[in-house]
């Protein structure tokens, strides 16, 4: 549930408009910017949009920082077209805000980390287990200690799995998923 000085929240860190522009419901009984699976398909759907729009990973992770308009009007400017490649993220980089020339750097590590951490010293490093989880789906303004109680869980349980919500209630216009302990949507049931 991070949220910046800018007003963007969640796990990929979407204002409002760009989490809705990609399909992120946000009003006042949910924000799914903080829901981990819908907020990262849309992330992924807007790098492959900015990686589209610049033809390179390195501009498209600068607009994701910093605003895709941005890098188009200093790419046009300095190199007369918003298409180009990896090393016109360096012809732009002095006309970038600081925090978006450590941004695009600080991504291009994790990757690299992450595709051989024992090469950069984090071979001791054991990886979270996915989620797991199953789904049921409850009628409108269902409260989530009865959903809880229901999956034979705790409120707290419910919310790790379901930051989303942000209301202790389901959003009261139509029917919800909610994700429940895996194995658990049976006892629901």
């Known amino acids: 549930k ?18 809705r522009r990609y399909g992120l ?5 949910v924000d799914e910017r903080n ?4 907020s990262t398909d849309a992330a992924l759907d807007y790098l492959s949009y900015l990686y589209d729009r610049f033809g390179s990973w390195y501009l498209a992770a600068a607009g994701y920082n910093t605003g895709e308009n941005r890098v188009a009007r200093i790419m046009r400017q300095v190199t007369g077209s918003e298409k180009g490649e990896e090393t016109s993220y360096y012809r732009i980089w002095s006309r970038l805000p600081k925090e978006t020339r450590d941004y695009v750097p600080l991504m291009i590590a994790a990757a690299r980390i992450a595709k051989d951490p024992a090469k950069y010293g984090f071979d001791d490093v054991v990886l979270a287990e996915p989620l797991r989880y199953d789904e049921v789906v409850v009628e409108p303004a269902t409260p989530l200690a009865a959903i809880a109680e229901a999956a034979g869980t705790s409120v707290s349980d419910l919310r790790e799995l379901n930051p989303h919500f942000k209301l202790d209630r389901t959003r009261n216009d139509r029917k919800s998923t909610v994700r429940v302990p895996a194995g658990s949507a049976a006892t629901f049931a």
């Not at 991070?2 to 760009?18: D, H, V």
């Not at 419901?25 to 009984?29: F, H, S, T, V």
């Not at 829901?35 to 819908?38: E, L, Q």
């Open 2 to 19: 991070a949220y910046s000085r800018a007003k963007a929240s969640g796990l990929w860190q979407f204002i409002a408009e760009t989490g």
């Open 35 to 38: 829901d981990p699976v819908k």
């Open 25 to 29: 419901e946000i009003n006042n009984a």
